[in-house]
């Protein structure tokens, strides 16, 4: 049998310091995962339990490749974020031992069309549009980690046009690596090659054709690229 269309490259992210590549299944996503970002959006952080969207694995962005405004948005965020890769998986892990499906991290930034998300919000619709568009996740290369590293306390940056506008320590997220793994698998029976982008921290911001982000999570990696002209 043969294909009546040509099969999709895989999506894959360089591995940090190697010639490997990690072939990314899904993007899995958390929404609101810093108490302060949280605030900043009018919600009560310790209220509810994680939000979960995803993102298609062709959205990531690698090797610094700068990112086309998107089409339809007239207010697009960045949103800076740790991002989980998984080894392993499973449906329903016990937080005991979620941290054993993790290969390492990487930075990634959810850039997110705040102005679709907001108008689904208020109209109870889903935020594919606002979320998962093309280019919509750039990422770092991932750096592996021994099992049950602890990242503790480092610090996740994002940097607009050589401005700091994202500045918080990972230590802040409500919900831990091995909290996120174990809830999101209450739901999807998770996979080596599913990626989580973790949530962000506040000073979320517009971004505009023309600009330069930067990003870096200390001791995981960093990323920079440029907002491109629309196609
Ligand atoms: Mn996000």
Redesign the pocket.
Known sequence: MSYVVSPAPVSSVPVKDSDHLYAVNRIY?????YGD?VREMGGDPKKNPPVFFSKPANAIVINNKGVNYPPATRELHH?V?LVVALSGGGLRIPEQSAMSCVYGYAVGI?L?CRDLQQSAKETGRPWDTA?GFDQSAPISPIKPFPLNKDLGDAMITLSLNNEVRQEAKLSDMIWSVSEIISALSNFYELKAGDLI????PSG?SSVAPGDHITANIVGVGELEFDICDAL
Request: net charge negative.
């Open positions: 996503c958390v929404g609101q995962n970002h949103e974020e959810d997110t979320k982008f973790t949530g962000t979320v």
